[in-house]
């Protein structure tokens, strides 16, 4: 029996789209740009101060637009997802492929469009473009960098109703003691019944609210968002929306945190990392495995992180040491230090150290800033000596003069090149510009020990320090566990010593509370490093 719905498909818009862009305006190297919008009643804007000028107008500029937006009632339910319109490349890398002429995936086995329509706004990580639009919120989920600012509420429903017989309501039931029956929409008093009766036909109203348990199961299901992206509230298996659901809002309780927890931030990560692997195969969307690969790198650094301040003073119950290296920039610090044992232009133990806390300085670009301060705390009444030497062997190349070096004050540095750590030529080393500065630090504060300076202790007692330091366990005991300690032909060669000397320095390392007990034997010097000096460990 064919029914009458009384209704007519009506067409969609399609989702708007607010995008501005920032160009070089005239030669690049002038610094002049150009902010334009794809509205066309916004003008184009010239700014010749600079890209952070540019960029500031830019993100006003968009406030605007989302403004008015908000005016006029936000995102429209009946829009079209924008992101569709474009084969969804903004999240789908294989379409931008296949307009540059490489063949592309179908969208459509990546992911379905699907969710409410929301407002969103994205940008480029080089901060040149930036983008409002109505899309859907699985796009949205699946762009890289987009934020949901609004979401459509959702259309009003209709069902069909047949025409009911004569005498009987639309469900089929006789009307109670001659009782008009009205639908929610009209109004229900006596006096209007009447008019009430020649509303609309039955075959356009609204129909009831549902209230079997599935309709109950759709209003119960919970959203979120997580790493700026939102959870579809129709993502199957629903035990992964709720996973997500529950990890975004476990990442910002943990957030409110006024403590680290490092074993709990590795915890969450792992989750993460699980849940978009899921997640991923679920949709087809690469950006979420990429996503899980990040993950399981935080989680790992987390749990190193953990194990590298959970170590303590002994094998026993001891007290937290909060360390100033990470395991894996202890094992960058011994690379150091054996590039300065292959590299010192002289094997002197002042030329090596100066050598070293230099090569720290300079490590990433070939170059640094020096004080007449520095070189005096390291090496004392042999500080211009030793820079003379450098220079004159061609390690080192200055400004000026040896003495206008040390005659320069924090305020006012000397710059320094080493031509061999420039980058033209092979880097020594791998590690960045945080742990090159925290490494740095570290020498530092070795070399600078309070008690080291008390005991007036030359550069070959401070290089053994170091050295000590840098091979020393988490508990503070020396060299490997197969090794039995610090092996002296290698401890001697770092320090410029003769074998049988380095007794004598760990000597003056015991009186200056630097090491807690030192003793050769078998060709190694055992001992563990003081408690105060503990979080200085290379964690070998």
Request: contains cysteine; charged residues 25%.
């Amino acid at each position: 029996m064919a029914v009458e719905t009384g209704m007519q498909q009506e067409e969609r818009a399609a989702g708007r789209v607010w995008t501005v862009r920032l160009a070089p305006d005239g030669h690049p190297s002038a610094g002049a740009v150009r902010l334009s919008c794809s509205r066309p009643a916004c003008a184009d804007q010239r700014f010749s101060d600079g890209a952070a000028a540019g960029r500031k107008a830019a993100i006003g500029h968009l406030n605007q637009h989302l403004a008015r937006i908000r005016e006029g009632g936000g995102p429209r339910a009946e829009a079209w997802c924008a992101c569709h319109a474009v084969d969804c490349a903004w999240h789908i890398p294989d379409v931008l492929d296949q307009r540059r002429g490489v063949a592309r995936q179908a969208p459509a086995a990546v992911v379905r469009c699907g969710g409410p329509v929301v407002l969103a706004v994205s940008a480029d990580r080089a901060g040149r473009l930036w983008r409002i639009a109505e899309m859907c919120a699985r796009c949205a989920a699946a762009t890289p960098g987009c934020r949901v600012l609004d979401t459509a509420p959702p259309p009003a429903r209709t069902t069909p109703v047949r025409a009911a017989p004569a005498g009987k309501t639309a469900s089929g039931r006789e009307p109670a003691g001659g009782v008009t029956v009205v639908f929610s929409d009209h109004d229900s008093s006596p006096t209007t019944g009447a008019r009430s009766s020649r509303a609309a036909p039955p075959a356009t109203v609204p129909g009831a609210r549902a209230s079997t348990p599935a309709g109950a199961s759709r209003r119960a299901k919970r959203s979120g968002k997580i790493a700026q992206r939102v959870v579809p509230h129709d993502l199957e298996p629903d035990v992964l929306r709720l996973e997500l659901v529950e990890l975004g809002e476990a990442f910002r309780i943990y957030q409110r945190r006024t403590e680290p927890d490092l074993a709990l931030l590795a915890e969450l990560h792992e989750r993460k990392a699980r849940a978009f692997r899921l997640w991923a195969d679920v949709s087809g969307d690469g950006s979420l495995r990429r996503e899980a690969h990040r993950a399981e790198k935080a989680a790992q650094t987390s749990r190193e992180m953990h194990a590298n301040r959970g170590g303590t003073v002994s094998s026993g119950d001891g007290p937290v040491v909060e360390r100033l290296l990470t395991r894996a920039q202890g094992g960058h610090a011994r690379t150091v230090l054996e590039y300065v044992r292959a590299q010192a232009p002289r094997p002197t133990a002042e030329v090596r150290l100066a050598v070293l806390m230099l090569t720290l300085r300079a490590a990433r670009a070939g170059s640094g800033n020096l004080t007449g301060q520095d070189l005096a705390g390291w090496l004392q009444a042999d500080a211009e000596r030793v820079l003379g030497q450098l220079v004159e062997d061609g390690w080192l190349r200055l400004p000026g003069t040896t003495g206008e070096v040390m005659a320069s004050r924090p305020e006012d540095p000397t710059a320094f090149t080493v031509p061999a750590l420039l980058p033209e030529h092979p880097r020594p080393f791998v590690f960045g510009k945080s742990n090159r500065s925290r490494i740095s630090g570290w020498a530092q504060k070795v070399a600078g020990d309070r008690k080291l300076r008390k005991k007036k202790a030359g550069a070959a007692t401070r290089l053994l320090a170091l050295y000590a330091a840098a091979h020393a366990r988490p508990d503070g005991r020396l060299g490997r566990v197969e090794d039995g300690g610090l092996i002296l032909s290698e401890a001697a060669a770092f320090c410029g010593l003769a074998v049988e000397d380095v007794g004598e320095h760990a000597d003056l390392l015991v009186a200056a509370d630097w090491l807690a007990e030192g003793d050769i034997a078998a060709g190694t010097l055992r001992g563990r490093l003081t408690e105060r000096v503990l979080p200085l460990a290379g964690l070998l």
